[in-house]
DNA sequence: AGACTCACGTA
DNA sequence: CGTACGTGAGTCTA
């Protein structure tokens, strides 16, 4: 008989499954909404359903243990002794799991004083003597004993439960160098720290193997103990009882008395009824749907009764004002607005209650929707909206007026998940209510199914908020609260301002930037003797590795690298000219890009209208796209004319910038809580003179400015984890000379070296990192057991209070600058952030009004241990504002 | 057309 | 082998 033709037995150790499950996936993401966590159902489940898919299994076991106790403890109390506590969201997943096995007809089997691994032992013995084929899964490693021809272990990677290795002879042979029925010996010797068995002291993996293929058995090792010479043999004299003690242990038992038999295992229908019931309790949409499809069910029923959008009312004049008078008492959260737009304008409006929803067919200037405006109006009524700041600007630009937006369920998912991938109502709606939000599939000319109608969505929006209230802790409420839902309006008025920009001046820019490239691509040209296109990397590379012969530079995924600073090492070993001009080049180009592309960004009203990503960094910092206005060259003179581009509107007279100096290094020192770098701010010297005078022990006044530069770039450095290597290559001095640069630092400012260690320690524990607010940022990577992963997260822990409470404070001054200015009635106003730096246009003879109000709002956002300085400069254009 | 890589601008 | 972004060009893939 063939293998294919055996019927397959399936046995799963669901313990040890269902915690690897439980590790593997998110426990905040699998809860549902009685708060039960179900992360490790829902992950042993859709291994269960890969597997039930995969491998076609004609019979299945689950086995479980009864409890931590087992004729082994008996034997050896110590064993499993160092077991910590079970997570407490752990507790009650596996009788739900079992729950849910059962409703599959899935036997489970669980044996007083055996452990789960006894009864998957036995299966497979008695599997294999009846002709079976038997896969065995299990996270165990001591279940590679039970691998032979007929049965397979499907092992567990590290990232997760549905990614299985399979081990069969061949695989353990490769892996170990073993076969199978050695590997207890190899553990017995090695000892498992989470099993609490010590084995032989200085005997790893390598050395039991080497010890096994010269001695054939750990029998025959005891009895040749004499023989091994060195540390290791004496170790192995003195310890060898523990050896013999961890085989005893570790050996599976294969005839435990099992209550069926094997012909009761086979694989059944599932018991419908039971899998929608115990599916809707743990609110599995997606895996029933699975479940339902393996078993063949056709246009599956669904668990509850389906829970579709209420019938969208169309209200006017009284009705609509009472509708919403009635619905503003009753409903907790408010009501949920969702505006349908096209370029910018509204073309419709839903509203919603969790149980109610009216439509408006918004048009122009239509009295009978006058009750809505006067509640849009009102901020004291309380609106929950979906990415409201769009909705925002096109109400506004239809000329309403917008009050209360108290909920932003776009801005409150990212607060949970702030480098997640949520980007639409409809990833919220499937991760938070586990259901689909009906949307046209984009492919289909014809929509198989009528996308959600804008009453529709307001009301899915209304029904996320508690869901996503309930997930939000206290602090990250706090935030929400305020300083994310106040920012969305300023947001939307400083993009709709925009800033003035001087066309005529970009564009000739752009021309001589162009001619200056064209020339620079005609000399480079000359130099290699062929045109190439100076924009490839690939091409620049066959320059200079094959026809130029230089040596290679650092290594990239496809090549050698050519940027930057890898030209400027070849210039200095291998002067060529070529290089000097590509370089050239490559700065007019890309200068000349962005020109371009702020030209192309030229609205109708002669200025550049920024769109701000509230939700688009991880941090907790706001980005710039459509164009981007936070990175416009500042650094070289060319540069800078395209800043003087940016210019006063016509209708102001100045414009003012207005940048916080070294916030970063100040959060620092309050977060640290060092009294050297606390003392450094508050005597308002030079930070880096003060610092470089305290490392190299000289007065502030005989810092020289090489000093300085190491001392600066040391300083930032420090917020992104820098390594002494990092700043040997940063500086272009040797390593010695960093590492002693770092260890002088360090010397003098401790309790900086103190924080950051302990901020990367707490997030390990914690498993997320919190700004000087309350704002959260995940990193399951810290426990990540891939060192370049873990490392990168352990560099953006360390950062991410730091930027983020810098975030936090500039984005608290610029609400409170906005309503200061509104309550002075001033004209001047805000037009422009980046990261730490505001820009303002000033009406004529508001200047100094103006300037106190900044600087006061931007010196009290936060109340540090260290003042916030703030550098104010004015001009008539960004480059000459700055200071 | 869309995804990916590289390079490079800012804080 | 320093954090956080967005953009554009070239290149590869579907």
Redesign the pocket.
């Known amino acids: 008989m063939s293998d294919n033709e055996k019927p397959t037995l399936l046995v799963i150790d669901g313990h040890s499954l269902a915690f690897r499950a439980f590790y593997a996936l998110p426990v905040d993401s699998f809860q549902n909404s009685e708060g039960q966590h179900t992360n490790a159902i829902h992950g042993f489940i859709a291994m269960l359903l890969n597997l039930l898919k995969n491998e076609k299994p004609t019979h299945i076991a689950v086995a479980f243990d009864i409890s931590r106790y087992s004729f082994r403890t008996r034997e050896y109390p110590e064993y499993k002794g160092t077991r910590g506590e079970t997570p407490p969201e752990f507790i009650g997943q596996i009788p739900l799991l079992q729950e849910a096995l059962k409703a599959m007809n899935i036997t489970t089997i669980s044996i007083e004083d055996f452990e789960a691994d006894d009864i998957l032992a036995t299966l497979s013995v008695r599997g294999t003597d009846s002709g079976y084929r038997v896969l065995v899964v299990s996270g165990d490693r001591d279940t590679i004993q039970l691998v032979n021809d007929d049965v397979t272990l499907l092992y567990p990677s590290r990232q997760g439960v549905s990614d299985l290795t399979r081990y069969d002879p061949a695989k353990v042979k490769d892996r170990y160098d073993i076969e199978p029925h050695q590997y207890p010996e190899i553990a017995a010797l090695v000892g498992e720290t989470s099993d609490n068995l010590p084995g032989v002291p200085k005997v790893g993996e390598k050395t039991a193997i080497k010890w096994l293929h010269r001695f054939g058995s750990l029998d025959e090792i005891i009895a040749h103990a004499d023989e091994i010479t060195g540390k290791v043999g004496e170790s192995f004299r003195e310890h060898k009882d523990n050896a013999v003690r961890n085989r005893r242990l570790n050996r599976l038992v294969t005839d435990v008395e099992l209550p069926c038999e094997l012909d009761s295992l086979e694989k059944q229908p599932i018991d419908q009824g039971a899998v929608r019931e115990v599916f809707a309790k743990l609110e599995f949409r997606t895996l029933l749907d699975r479940v339902m499809k393996l078993e063949g069910v056709e246009n599956a029923e669904p668990a509850a009764p389906e829970i579709t959008a209420p019938e969208a009312q169309n209200l006017l004049d009284e009705e609509l004002a009472a509708w919403l008078s009635r619905q503003s008492t009753s409903s907790e959260h408010g009501i949920a607005v969702s505006v349908e737009i096209a370029d910018g304008r509204p073309t419709g409006i839903g509203l919603a209650s969790a149980t109610e929803s009216v439509a408006l067919a918004w048009q122009p200037e239509r009295a009978d929707y006058a009750p809505f405006e006067t509640w849009l109006a009102d901020a004291s009524a309380p609106k929950v909206m979906h990415s409201g700041k769009q909705q925002l600007k096109a109400l506004r630009s239809a000329g309403l007026t917008v009050n209360g937006l108290a909920f932003d369920t776009f801005v409150a998912g990212w607060l949970l998940r702030p ?1 997640g991938q949520d980007k639409t109502l409809a990833d919220l709606v499937l991760r938070y209510l586990d259901e689909k939000l009906p949307e046209a599939d984009p492919n289909q000319l014809v929509p198989a199914i009528e996308p959600s109608s804008a009453a529709a969505l307001a009301w899915y929006t209304h029904r996320l908020v508690d869901p996503l209230l309930q997930r939000l802790d206290e602090g990250s409420t706090r935030v929400l609260r305020d300083i994310e839902m106040p920012i969305v309006d300023v947001l939307a008025t400083v993009e709709a301002r925009g800033v003035a920009v001087d066309r005529q001046h970009l564009d000739e820019l752009s021309d001589s930037l162009g001619a200056t490239a064209r020339d620079l691509a005609q000399r480079a040209f000359a130099e290699i003797g062929r045109e190439i ?1 100076l ?5 620049i590379q066959e320059v200079l590795f094959e026809q130029l012969e230089m040596p290679t530079t650092r290594a ?3 090549g050698y ?4 600073a890898s030209l400027a090492d070849l210039q200095a070993s291998h002067p060529h000219p070529f290089l000097g001009l590509l370089l050239e080049h ?2 007019a180009t ?1 200068l000349r ?1 962005i020109v371009d ?1 702020l030209v192309k960004a030229i609205a109708d009203d002669g200025r550049i209208h920024t769109s701000y ?1 509230q939700t ?4 907790g ?1 706001i ?6 206005l ?7 003179q060319t ?1 800078r004319h395209i800043r003087e581009a940016f210019r006063v509107g016509d209708s102001h007279d100045s414009l003012l910038t207005a940048d916080y100096s070294q916030i970063e290094m100040r959060i620092m020192a309050h977060l640290s809580e060092d009294p050297g770098l606390i003392e450094a701010f508050r005597t308002g010297e030079d930070l880096h003179r003060f610092v470089g005078a305290r490392i190299f022990g000289v007065e502030p006044a005989d810092v020289t400015s090489e000093m300085r530069a190491k001392v600066k ?1 040391m300083s ?2 420090l917020a ?4 002494a ?2 700043l040997s ?2 500086l272009r001095i040797d390593n010695k000379e960093a590492k002693q640069l770092m260890s002088d630092y360090f010397e003098r400012f401790g309790a900086v070296r103190d924080y950051l260690r302990n901020v990367v320690e707490q997030a390990k524990v914690d498993g997320y990192t919190t700004t000087i607010f309350g704002r959260r940022r995940p990193f399951p990577d810290l426990k990540s057991p891939n060192r370049t992963l873990r490392q ?1 997260a352990e ?2 822990a360390l ?1 991410a209070p730091i ?1 983020g409470s810098a975030a936090d404070i500039i984005k608290i001054a610029m609400i409170n600058i906005e309503s200061d200015i509104r309550e002075a009635e001033l004209t001047s106003r805000m037009l422009m952030q ?4 505001l820009v303002f246009e000033v009406s004529d003879g508001e200047h100094d009004e103006l300037e106190r109000i900044v600087r006061t709002r931007m010196g009290d956002a936060a109340n540090l241990s260290v003042p916030l300085d703030v550098q104010v400069g004015y001009g008539p254009n960004w480059d000459a504002a700055a200071h």
């Open positions: 480098g296109n924009g490839s990397p690939k091409q990239t995924k496809t690298s050519t940027d930057a490559r700065d890309k890009q592309s990503v688009g960094t991880s941090t910092r980005s710039s796209t459509d164009p981007n936070q990175n416009i060259p500042v650094r070289t540069g770039a930032y450095g992104y984890g820098l390594s290597f990092g290559r940063q990168n560099r953006a950062n930027q980046v990261h730490d730096e």
